[in-house]
C-alpha cells in the first residue's frame, strides 16, 4: 500500500491536546514545560496553540450547549433528584413485594408468639407447674382401699385426692416450690456439705475426712480437733428450745407452712448432707429427702451407743446426747422435762408426734425426720500442694499415679495459714460442684455457712476455751409472692430468630446492587451523566429508609404483641444497636457488591451469610460469650456475628428479668461486667466508614461493570508530578508504533495526516488520536492486540459508520471512547475532553444506545426518557417538551404507548425507546450500536429519518452490520479488519473506489457450465468465479478488461450463435456488501466470527 503523502508532519511534531491540558493544571515553570517538550518532540509554541484551541473548543461547545438547553449534563443536586424521582416510581410500581418484604418482622414475631402460646397453654400446665396441695388420699400402690391422708410434705405413692384449698410449701416438692407463696419462710439448720457414704475416701469410709495443713502443725491439729462440737445437752440448751418454741409457736405457729429448723441448732447438732439445694433456702432438701447425718468428732457415735445404727430418731439422737453430757440422775430429769415441753408443743406425744395440733404441720418434718450418726476425722496433710493434689484425686475421675476408678470425696478442707491467737485467716476448701448442672436456671446455691462456721468456732473453742462458739443458729429466706413460669421464647429464640430477621435485608441491597450492574443499568446511567457520588448517596438513603421502616414494622409489631426481647430491654440500647447495624449493613452491601458480576450468585451468598451466621451464632458463638473466651472480639469483626452478640445480650438480660419479673437491660447495665453491647456498638461504628471506604476504592479497581478499571496504586497519583507522566506514556507509546502508519492505504493515512493536524476541536466533537487497546496473555498465550492504531475525526453533523466484521475491533474502540476500557495508548477527545482523564465531563456530553436494550421494565417510555433528560439538566417545559418530541419521533407516543411499561413494548419499540433515550438532552456525541436490530422495515425507515434528523450538530458514530443502513445514514464509512482501520470515505467513494468490477450472474442448462466458464474466460481473462450453484455462476469481472457494453454484445453474440444455452443472465456494479467481503477477505480476516 502506498505511503503517506508527503509534507505531512511527523507524529512527534503535532502538538498533543491531553499533553497541553495537563501542562495548563500540572505545569507552569519553564523547566516542566521544556521537560514536556523533550518527552514528547513537541513545540512549546505548538502546545500553546493546542492549548488555545481546546480552550476555544470548550468555550464553543459550551455556548452551543447553553443555547439548545443541555449538553453539558446535570448537576450532582440535580442527577440525586433524577434518581430519586426514577427509584420513587420504581418502588412504587414493586409496592407487592416491598409490603412482603416489611411482612417478614411480622411473620417472624408472630411466629415466635405462637411458639410462647404453645408451650404456655399446652407444655406448661398439670401439677409441676403449681404450688403443691395436702393430699387427702395418698393410696399404696394406687389402691383406693389403702389410702391416707398426708399432714406434711408430697404423697410418695400415687395421689387420688387433693385439698385445694390446703396449699402450700408444705405440701409441695422442689419444683413445685417455686409456685408457692411464702409469707413466713422457715429458717433451717446451716447443714454442711458432705459425700455419701459410698463416695466418700478411703481409708477413713464411712467416717467423713476433713483434711486440714498450716505451717505449725501441732495448732492446726489442735485448730481441727475443735471444729465439731462434743454432745451437749444440758439445761441450758434445754431453755433455749423452750424459749424458741414459745416463741415460734406465737408468730408462726398458726400458718402452718413453717418448719422450726433452727431447734436442730439449739440441740446441739451440726449436721451434714449428700443433697443438693434445688429451691433455695426455702426447703432445705436434706430434711425433706432425708439425707441427713448428725456429725460428730471422731469416735463420738461409739460413745452414744449409735456407731453401726442408721436411720435413728431424733428421739433417740437427742436421749443419747442427755445420758452422754450427765450424770444418770440429772439425765432422767433433763429427759423427762424435754419429753414434757415437746408433748405440749406438738400435741402429739413426745418427739415423735404427728404435728396434729400445737406447732401445726411443720413441726412433724423435724420430729419425725431420721438421721445417721457419722464420726469426722480431722486428716493432716503436709502443705497445701499436696491438699490440693489429695482434694483433686477425690474426683471420680481422676487420674492419679495411673490410678482412677471410684470417687474418693472429701467433706473439705482447711489451710489455716499463719493464724493465731491474735490472728484468724485460715482458707476453707468446699466442694463447689455441689449444685444444679451447668446453664440451669436459677444461679446455684451452695451449702457454705456450716463450713465457715466450724472454723470460726474451732479459733474461739481453741484460743478462748471450750464452751466458747458462735454458731450460726439458722438459715433463712425472705418472704416470697408466688411464682410463674415466665419462659420467653422471645429471650431464647430470640438471638437466631432476630439476626436472620435484622439481616434479611442484606440479599435485597446485594442483588439489587449487582443487577444494576449486571445488566449494565449503572454503567447506561453513568453513560449518560450520572456521577457516582449522586447514586451512590440515593441509593444508600434508599436503603436506609428501607432499613428505617423495616425496624419500625419489626420492633412496632415485637412490642405491640408483648414479646419480652423489646419491651423487657432498653428502647434506647435497642435502637442504638440497630442504627449501628444498619449502616454498616448498607455499607457491606456496598463493598460486597465489588466481588459479584452475577446477581443470582450475590443472592444466594447473601441468604447463606444471613442464616449461617445465625446459626453459628446460637450453636457456638454463644457458647464462647459464655465462656468469656479472648477471642470473641476478632470474631464480632464480622457484622452479623457482632449482631448475634448485641441480641444476645438482649436475650439474656429479657431472660433473666422475666424470671425475675423485673426490668431487663437499661443503660446502667451497659458497664456490667461481661456486658458486650458497648463493644459491639464500637466495632459496628467503625467499621461502617471503612467499609464505605473500601467499597468505593474496589469499585475504582475492579471497576465490575461500572468503568474504567484504575491502578490498585492510583490514589498515589497525587504524590506524582502531575498525571502528565501517564498521558505522556501513552503518547509515547503511540509514536512508537507509528511506524505501523507506514503500512496504511492512502484514504487511511490522509485521515491520520487530518487528525494530527487538528487544533480547533470545537467543529470535531470526536477527535480519535493513534487509539491502541492490547489485552495481556493469559495461560502463556501471546498479547492480543485488539485496536492497533485508530486515527478518526468527526465533525458536527456527521454520522461515521464503523464496518467489520466481528471481532475486529468495533466494540473495544467504541468501549474506550464511552469509558468502559481503558487505552493502552494514544487517547481520545469527546467535545474537547480527554477520555484518560475526564471520563465524568465527557458523560454529560454523550448519548449511548447500547446493542441491546438497557431499560427499567416496570418503568414506562414517557418515565424513561424524564430520568434521562433530567440527568442532562433539563426542566421544566423544556423537559416536557423535549420528552414529547423524542417520543414522536420514534412512534411512541399516540395510543397511550408512552405511558405503558417498557415490559408491555415489542422488542422493535424497546429498540426505538432506546434510539429515543440516546438522543434525549441534546447530547454532543452520539453512539449507535446496531440501532435498527429487530425492526420491521417501516419502522427502520422511520428510525433512520430520525437519525437523520437528529444528527445536525453532533456527531454520530454508528456500528451496524447492515451495509443498506449504513449506505442510507452515513456520510463516511470506515471499515475494520483485524484490529485495525484498512479504508475510510463515504459509501459512494469506498464502493467506486474498492469496487472496480463488474458482477456478472449467468444461469445456463444443465451440462453447459464448462462452456459458460470459457465464454466469461474469452470475455475477460481476469475474471474470477465467485460462486457455482445448480447451473448458476457469478464471476467478478475487472473493469479494465471488461465493459457494459462489451458484456452486452459479447451475450448477444452468445445467444445468436446458439453455442450457449443462456436461461437467464444479469450483470451489475459491485455493492458496498460485496466490497465489504472483498475488503474483509483480502487481510485475511474471517466474517461471521
Avoid at 492480543?784 to 454520522?799: D, S, T
Avoid at 438532552?921 to 453512539?927: A, E, H, I, T
Avoid at 464509512?973 to 469496487?995: H, M, Q, W
Amino acid at each position: 500500500m502506498p505511503a503517506p503523502p508527503n509534507g505531512v508532519p511527523p507524529l512527534a511534531a503535532v502538538p498533543t491536546a491531553p499533553l497541553a491540558e495537563v501542562q495548563v493544571l500540572r505545569k507552569s515553570s519553564s523547566d516542566a514545560a521544556a521537560a514536556a517538550a523533550t518527552a514528547n518532540g513537541t513545540a512549546a509554541p505548538q502546545q500553546q496553540q493546542g492549548r488555545r484551541a481546546r480552550a476555544r473548543a470548550r468555550s464553543s461547545s459550551r455556548s452551543r450547549s447553553a443555547g439548545r438547553g443541555a449538553g453539558r449534563g446535570a448537576g450532582f443536586r440535580a442527577q440525586a433528584d433524577a434518581l430519586l424521582r426514577k427509584n420513587a416510581v420504581y418502588q412504587r410500581r414493586n409496592w407487592r413485594s416491598n409490603a412482603c418484604l416489611l411482612s417478614a418482622p411480622v411473620f417472624f414475631c408472630l411466629l415466635l408468639f405462637s411458639i410462647q402460646m404453645a408451650i404456655n397453654r399446652l407444655l406448661l400446665v398439670g401439677d409441676d407447674y403449681a404450688c403443691g396441695c395436702k393430699c387427702t388420699r395418698c393410696c399404696f400402690d394406687g389402691d383406693p382401699g389403702n389410702c391416707t391422708a398426708v399432714s406434711m410434705g408430697t404423697c410418695p405413692y400415687a395421689c387420688l385426692e387433693v385439698d385445694a384449698s390446703r396449699c402450700g410449701i408444705q405440701y409441695s416438692n422442689a419444683r413445685q416450690s417455686f409456685f408457692c407463696a411464702i409469707g413466713h419462710p422457715s429458717s433451717w439448720p446451716a447443714v454442711m456439705q458432705v459425700p455419701s457414704e459410698q463416695n466418700r475416701a478411703a481409708p477413713w469410709r464411712p467416717r467423713v475426712a476433713l483434711l486440714h495443713t498450716g505451717p505449725d502443725r501441732a495448732l492446726a491439729d489442735r485448730l481441727a480437733s475443735n471444729l465439731l462440737p462434743k454432745p451437749a445437752a444440758t439445761p441450758a440448751n434445754l431453755l433455749a428450745v423452750r424459749s424458741y418454741l414459745a416463741g415460734w409457736n406465737e408468730s408462726a405457729g398458726g400458718a402452718g407452712d413453717s418448719v422450726p429448723g433452727e431447734l436442730l441448732s439449739l440441740l446441739g447438732l451440726t449436721l451434714g448432707s449428700s443433697s443438693r439445694i434445688s429451691a433455695g433456702m426455702y426447703i432445705e432438701t436434706a430434711l425433706v429427702r432425708e439425707q441427713l447425718d448428725a456429725l460428730w468428732p471422731n469416735g463420738t457415735c461409739a460413745k452414744l451407743g449409735l456407731a453401726g445404727k442408721p436411720n435413728i430418731t431424733l428421739e433417740q439422737l437427742v436421749t443419747a446426747m442427755v445420758n452422754e453430757s450427765n450424770p444418770p440422775a440429772a439425765a432422767k430429769l433433763l429427759n423427762s422435762q424435754l419429753q414434757s415441753m415437746l408433748d405440749a408443743a406438738g400435741g402429739a406425744g413426745g418427739l415423735g408426734g404427728d404435728g396434729g395440733g400445737g406447732l401445726g404441720g411443720g413441726y412433724s418434718l423435724i420430729t419425725d425426720m431420721q438421721l445417721n450418726c457419722t464420726d469426722v476425722e480431722p486428716a493432716w496433710t503436709e502443705g497445701a500442694k499436696e491438699l490440693g493434689r489429695k482434694l483433686f484425686c477425690g474426683y471420680y475421675q481422676a487420674r492419679c499415679g495411673g490410678g482412677g476408678g471410684g470417687a474418693q470425696q472429701l467433706a473439705g478442707a482447711y489451710d489455716w495459714k499463719d493464724t493465731g491467737a491474735n490472728r484468724f485467716a485460715p482458707d476453707v476448701y468446699f466442694n463447689d460442684t455441689f449444685g444444679l448442672p451447668l446453664g440451669t436456671q436459677p444461679t446455684v446455691y451452695q451449702r457454705v455457712p456450716a463450713s465457715f462456721n466450724l472454723a470460726v468456732n474451732a479459733w474461739l473453742r481453741t484460743f478462748l476455751g471450750p464452751n466458747v462458739s458462735a454458731s450460726v443458729i439458722g438459715v433463712q429466706e425472705t418472704p416470697k409472692a408466688a411464682g410463674e413460669i415466665r419462659l420467653d421464647f422471645s429471650s431464647l429464640l430470640g438471638p437466631l430468630f432476630f439476626t436472620w430477621v435484622v439481616q434479611m435485608l442484606l440479599p435485597i441491597f446485594l442483588m439489587q446492587l449487582v443487577y444494576e450492574k449486571e445488566k449494565r443499568l449503572r454503567m447506561m446511567m453513568k453513560m449518560h451523566g450520572l456521577g457516582d457520588g449522586a447514586y451512590w448517596l440515593v441509593t444508600y438513603a434508599w436503603f436506609w429508609g428501607l432499613y428505617v421502616a423495616y425496624m419500625a414494622v419489626f420492633m412496632g409489631f415485637g412490642s405491640a404483641i408483648g414479646l419480652k426481647m423489646f419491651t423487657r430491654n432498653s428502647a434506647v440500647a435497642q435502637i442504638v444497636l440497630y442504627f449501628f447495624f444498619g449502616h454498616n449493613m448498607i455499607a457491606f452491601s456496598f463493598l460486597l457488591s465489588c466481588f459479584f458480576a452475577s446477581s443470582k450468585t450475590a443472592t444466594v451468598f447473601a441468604y447463606l451469610v444471613v442464616f449461617g451466621t445465625g446459626l453459628i451464632g446460637s450453636l457456638l458463638l454463644s457458647q464462647l460469650i459464655a465462656g468469656g473466651l479472648w477471642y470473641i472480639f476478632v470474631i464480632e469483626l464480622v457484622p452479623s456475628f457482632a449482631l448475634f452478640r448485641g441480641l444476645f445480650e438482649f436475650g439474656e438480660y429479657a431472660f433473666l428479668a422475666v424470671y425475675r419479673n423485673g426490668y431487663g437491660m437499661a443503660l446502667r447495665n451497659l458497664n456490667d461486667p461481661g456486658n458486650g453491647m458497648i463493644a459491639v456498638w464500637i466495632i459496628l461504628a467503625a467499621e461502617w466508614p471503612v467499609f464505605m471506604g473500601l467499597a468505593w476504592y474496589l469499585e475504582q479497581v475492579f471497576a465490575s461493570g461500572t468503568g474504567n478499571r484504575r491502578h490498585p496504586l492510583f490514589f498515589l497519583d497525587c504524590l506524582r508530578k502531575g498525571r502528565k507522566a501517564a498521558t505522556n506514556a501513552r503518547l509515547a507509546a503511540a509514536a512508537a508504533s507509528a511506524s505501523e502508519a507506514a503500512g496504511e492505504a492512502e484514504d487511511v493515512a490522509a485521515e491520520h495526516a487530518r487528525v494530527r493536524t487538528i487544533v480547533d476541536y470545537g467543529s470535531s466533537p470526536i477527535v480519535v488520536r493513534d487509539l491502541k487497546k492490547v489485552y495481556p496473555g493469559e495461560d502463556g498465550q501471546p498479547p492480543k492486540l485488539a485496536v492497533r492504531q485508530l486515527n478518526l475525526a468527526i465533525e458536527r453533523g456527521e454520522c461515521f459508520g464503523l464496518l467489520g466484521p466481528n471481532g475486529a475491533g468495533k466494540s473495544t474502540s467504541i468501549n474506550m471512547m464511552v469509558g468502559l476500557l481503558e487505552p493502552t495508548a494514544g487517547t481520545a477527545l469527546i467535545g474537547g475532553h480527554d477520555i484518560t482523564t475526564e471520563m465524568d465531563s465527557i458523560y454529560g456530553v454523550m448519548g449511548v444506545c447500547p446493542q441491546h436494550d438497557l431499560l427499567w421494565e416496570s418503568l414506562t417510555g414517557r418515565e424513561h426518557l424524564l430520568f434521562y433528560g433530567r440527568l442532562k439538566g433539563l426542566k421544566g417545559q423544556a423537559l416536557t417538551d423535549a420528552v414529547e418530541s423524542g417520543l414522536r419521533s420514534v412512534n411512541l407516543w399516540n395510543g397511550g404507548v408512552a405511558d405503558k411499561p417498557a415490559a408491555a413494548y415489542s422488542g422493535g419499540m424497546k429498540r426505538r425507546l432506546s434510539v429515543a433515550i440516546s438522543f434525549a438532552g441534546d447530547p454532543l456525541v452520539v453512539y449507535l450500536d446496531e440501532p435498527s436490530t429487530g425492526l420491521d422495515p417501516a419502522s427502520r425507515r422511520n428510525l433512520w429519518d430520525v437519525v437523520r434528523a437528529s444528527k445536525a450538530g453532533r456527531g454520530v458514530i454508528l456500528t451496524t452490520h447492515s451495509m443498506e443502513e449504513a449506505e442510507t445514514l452515513c456520510d463516511r464509512l470506515g471499515i475494520f479488519v483485524d484490529g485495525a482501520l484498512v479504508c475510510i470515505g463515504n459509501p459512494k467513494e469506498i464502493t467506486s473506489r474498492y469496487g472496480g468490477y463488474l458482477v456478472m450472474t449467468l444461469t445456463v442448462a444443465p451440462g453447459q457450465e464448462g462452456a459458460a466458464r470459457a465464454f466469461v474466460a474469452r470475455l475477460s481473462p481476469g475474471a474470477r468465479l465467485t460462486y457455482s450453484v445448480g447451473g448458476t455462476l457469478k464471476f467478478e469481472l475487472p473493469s479494465e478488461e471488461a465493459s457494459l457494453s462489451q458484456v452486452f454484445s459479447a451475450m448477444a453474440e452468445a445467444k445468436a450463435g446458439g453455442g450457449l444455452d443462456v436461461i437467464d443472465w444479469g450483470v451489475s456494479n459491485a455493492t458496498l456488501e460485496e466490497v465489504f467481503i472483498r475488503i474483509a477477505r483480502s487481510v485475511g480476516a474471517k466474517a461471521g466470527d
